[in-house]
């Protein structure tokens, strides 16, 4: 059974930081691109980084420089780092991945930045 489960939100004033982790089961990981999304209230789902199986990465413009997104294939598992964060980055955040011809998601994680 595929799963995607987040954790490492929370509530954190403007210029902190956060990791978001996403451990996954029911995938040959190593093998799968993985991303990261999020969603505020009101708003439809955004994309906001992705890793490759390679390691390859690309981000929304809005996140360069302040976010990172990684993956520990021994644990089946991506990350996302996210520094210098501001309230227009609270959102639920969720990973995702494509395995068998569909679309995998979490649960999500809220983040929450204060001004």
């Known amino acids: 059974q595929v799963r995607l489960m987040e954790r490492g939100g929370g509530s954190v004033q403007a210029g902190g930081s956060l990791r978001l982790s996403c451990a996954t089961t029911g995938i040959a990981f190593k093998f799968a691109s993985m991303a990261w999304y999020r969603q505020a209230p009101g708003n439809q789902r955004e994309w ?27 644990w089946s598992t991506v990350f996302l780092q996210m520094s210098s964060l501001r309230p227009e980055d609270t959102a639920r955040y969720y990973c995702s991945t494509n395995w068998r011809q569909r679309t995998w998601w979490g649960q999500g994680t809220q983040v929450t930045v204060s001004p």
Do not use: E, L, Q
């Open 48 to 74: 906001v980084a992705n890793i490759t199986s390679s390691g390859a990465t690309d981000y929304t413009d809005s996140v360069k420089g302040r976010f990172t997104i990684s993956r520990d294939n021994a």
